[in-house]
């Protein structure tokens, strides 16, 4: 059974909103509409990772589809659908009938009698997209198959536009050559034709780059088309790449893909860890539809990466389309991703190649999408670590890489922190508490900035900093520091009962903004605050923060709440971190609520009755992921990067602790 079939019957909406996304293990991707309208700029059937996990060019953008009945060519269907200004065309979800996702994506068409289905896979390990078309004329009747590719080849966060653009066509046979400057993309076909036909099809438009008030119009060369006709069931088979590839076996292929991934999809080696610190207990019932779904979504983000020593390991992509990997997001949602899914050899991999770049006791906060070198420039990313590394010697009792390999990494990070490292970190000795950042930096996870204004300022001791300051140095037996620090943690930013904790504590000022951050001092396993204190944090954030998705940025009576997120760049980013609902800060939220209730029966359905709307979405808008956030009024529209790592991470992570 499919992990998703959506009937669609001919219908545009809701089914243009809906978007999907398949991926390959070294960072490219192909994504788009269930309609199979690209409505995004990062929407095409092959965005390659020319650097792996990064350097991505959106090379193939749709496939153009015209059959036609040869006894009548004078009437020919196009069955593909595009946006141009003030109107689709052509219209091909009028014939559109099915959608299915499962690794691979199939679209089943019925057009005058005559069914076509349609699949769209990309090669593990591999930059080449593979689509394969299943023709069933009626009897007695003789169809032509025209597929036509459109192309840009161009860097993915860019439009094309067709001036002074010279695209090269070198085509024989079944396959073609295109050539844009220095980018080839090869296009070939197991049994149609190729004829070439060279030319410009102009004002494609976007319309989720108009929501975001970015360029939204891109102007897609075709070189010519593919040409099959059939008589009886048959099938042909189109695909591109970077480099030549002659011929594909396209269900070798699937069951490659199946086999690499082997346990991760299938729910053998899950694990219910218990949010108490104890050994792991093995999850060994039948996972169930929810947990099938989010194993699928979690797969889709980790990749290879090449260490500074030359070898291969793994890392985390952030979120798609468009982020690569990132050190605060990576170690987060390592622990659902990786450990609760039982790919220990993974998230060794990925913990081994981050310590290979610490430096002045930090971890890079992110590698550069063009040239691969890391950015050291957050607060948080560091302590994340040294939580991921505890994590997976918990899960796994793997103490000779600890020793051999990680240990020596935190420490390092520790040092770090207090003898002081870029951008001001540095623990203050006054209290042992961590201070950063200045007017002009955002070094913690709300990070919003353009040129030099700052949306969400936190220089100073941030809360969930100094939380995780105070776990790092239980988790590394630093317990006489750790006291001080606990100690100074609940003079500086505790509040009262009814208000929490303060969200940043500068120069001997609060700011008592109600945010989320306070959180992490209740859902660390080594709390700063009293028990009662963590109950108390827990409820204010229940009261003042969480919504059917998540946890809101900032409180709805803040004056400085925004409830929408749309707009220019300027203006979503004013809305990030001020209200924006966060889908990954459920995780802590309900572990927190399950250990301050003693992980009862009554607290564990109250958390499967908050956590069920998240899973609910991931078939209503981006199927099988669930997106980076959402907006703070209703009806909470998810917005941001529609497929986020952290987000699946922390849903699965409770969604098995939770017993769903």
């Known amino acids: 059974m499919s992990l998703y079939t959506i009937a669609t019957n001919g219908q545009l909406e809701p089914h243009l909103r809906q978007e999907w996304l398949i991926t390959n293990g070294l960072g490219a991707f192909a994504s788009g509409t269930v309609v199979g309208c690209n409505t995004r700029c990062y929407h095409g059937?092959?965005?390659?990772?020319?650097?792996?996990?990064?350097?991505?060019?959106?090379?193939?953008?749709?496939?153009?589809?015209?059959?036609?009945?040869?006894?009548?060519?004078?009437?020919?269907?196009?069955?593909s659908i595009n946006q141009f200004?003030?109107?689709?065309?052509?219209?091909?979800?009028?014939?559109?009938r099915q959608f299915q996702l499962d690794g691979i994506v199939r679209f089943d068409y019925e057009i005058d009698g005559t069914h076509v289905s349609k699949e769209v896979q990309l090669f593990w390990m591999r930059n080449v997209a593979a689509v394969r078309y299943v023709i069933r004329p009626p009897a007695g009747k003789t169809v032509e198959l025209r597929l036509s590719p459109f192309v840009s080849l161009r860097d993915f966060h860019s439009i094309l536009r067709a001036d002074g653009v010279q695209m090269q066509v070198h085509g024989s046979g079944h396959g073609a050559v295109v050539q844009r400057d220095q980018t080839t993309l090869h296009l070939q076909s197991d049994a149609a034709d190729f004829v070439?036909?060279?030319?410009?099809?102009?004002?494609?438009?976007?319309?989720?780059?108009?929501?975001?008030?970015?360029?939204?119009?891109?102007?897609?060369?075709?070189?010519?088309?593919?040409v099959f006709q059939a008589d009886r069931e048959s099938q042909v088979m189109l695909w591109a790449s970077l480099e030549p590839v002659e011929s594909i076996d396209f269900d070798a292929q699937r069951q490659r893909r199946r086999e690499a991934l082997g346990t991760a999809l299938s729910g053998v080696g899950l694990e219910r860890p218990g949010?108490?610190?104890?050994?792991?207990?093995?999850?060994?019932?039948?996972?169930?539809?929810?947990i099938r779904r989010l194993l699928h979504a979690a797969a889709d983000f980790v990749v290879d990466r090449r260490s500074p020593d030359g070898s291969i390991g793994k890392t985390i992509l952030a979120g798609y389309p468009w982020f690569a990997d990132w050190g605060r997001d990576t170690m987060i949602a390592l622990p659902g991703l990786l450990l609760c899914t039982g790919r220990f050899d993974d998230a060794k991999g990925v913990?081994?190649?981050?310590?290979?770049?610490?430096?002045?006791?930090?971890?890079?906060?992110?590698?550069?999408?063009?040239?691969?070198?890391?950015?050291?420039?957050?607060?948080?990313?560091?302590?994340?670590?040294?939580?991921?590394?505890?994590?997976?010697?918990?899960?796994?009792?793997?103490?000779?890489?600890?020793?051999?390999?990680?240990?020596?990494?935190?420490?390092?990070?520790?040092?770090?922190?207090?003898r002081g490292t870029r951008f001001h970190i540095k623990m203050d000795p006054a209290d042992g508490l961590i201070t950063q950042g200045d007017a002009t930096t955002q070094l913690t996870w709300m990070d919003a900035k353009q040129g030099d204004r700052v949306f969400t300022p936190?220089?100073?001791?941030?809360?969930?900093?100094?939380?995780?300051?105070?776990?790092?140095?239980?988790?590394?037996?630093?317990?006489?520091?750790?006291?001080?620090?606990?100690?100074?943690?609940?003079?500086?930013?505790?509040?009262?009962?009814?208000?929490?904790?303060?969200?940043?504590?500068?120069?001997?000022?609060?700011?008592?903004?109600?945010?989320?951050?306070?959180?992490?001092?209740a859902s660390l396993s080594n709390s700063p605050l009293t028990l009662d204190q963590q109950r108390a944090v827990v409820e204010v954030v229940r009261r003042e923060l969480l919504t059917p998705v998540g946890l809101r940025s900032l409180a709805i009576s803040d004056p400085g709440y925004i409830g929408r997120y749309s707009g220019p760049p300027v203006q979503r980013d004013a809305a990030y971190h001020n209200g924006t609902i966060w889908g990954w800060l459920i995780g802590p939220f309900l572990e927190a609520w399950l250990r301050t209730n003693g992980h009862s029966s009554q607290a564990v359905e109250q958390g499967r009755r908050w956590l069920e709307p998240l899973l609910d979405r991931m078939h209503k808008l981006t199927i099988a992921q669930i997106s980076e956030c959402f907006e703070g009024?209703?009806?909470?529209?998810?917005?941001?990067?529609?497929?986020?790592?952290?987000?699946?991470?922390?849903?699965?992570?409770?969604?098995?602790?939770?017993?769903?």
């Open 196 to 226: 070439e036909q060279p030319q410009w099809w102009n004002g494609h438009v976007y319309a989720m780059e108009t929501d975001r008030g970015l360029p939204d119009h891109e102007d897609l060369f075709t070189p010519g088309h593919f």
């Open 458 to 521: 936190r220089q100073g001791k941030p809360v969930e900093i100094n939380a995780l300051w105070h776990h790092a140095l239980k988790l590394m037996g630093d317990d006489d520091l750790a006291g001080r620090v606990a100690e100074s943690f609940r003079k500086a930013f505790w509040i009262s009962p009814f208000r929490g904790l303060a969200d940043v504590v500068r120069d001997g000022h609060r700011d008592t903004s109600l945010r989320p951050n306070q959180i992490f001092a």
């Open 85 to 96: 200004v003030g109107r689709f065309s052509p219209r091909g979800d009028q014939y559109l």
């Open 351 to 418: 913990l081994t190649l981050f310590a290979h770049y610490v430096s002045e006791g930090m971890i890079p906060n992110r590698f550069d999408d063009y040239t691969n070198e890391p950015s050291y420039n957050t607060v948080d990313a560091s302590l994340w670590f040294i939580h991921a590394v505890h994590e997976y010697l918990r899960y796994t009792n793997d103490t000779k890489t600890y020793e051999d390999q990680l240990r020596h990494a935190c420490r390092q990070i520790i040092d770090g922190y207090q």
């Open 275 to 290: 949010i108490a610190p104890q050994p792991p207990v093995r999850y060994t019932d039948e996972p169930s539809m929810a």
């Open 633 to 660: 009024d209703e009806p909470h529209r998810p917005v941001g990067c529609p497929a986020q790592a952290w987000s699946v991470a922390e849903v699965l992570r409770m969604a098995l602790e939770l017993g769903l």
């Open 45 to 79: 059937l092959l965005c390659a990772a020319s650097l792996p996990p990064v350097g991505r060019l959106m090379m193939l953008n749709r496939i153009g589809e015209v059959l036609v009945d040869v006894a009548h060519p004078e009437h020919p269907c196009d069955f």
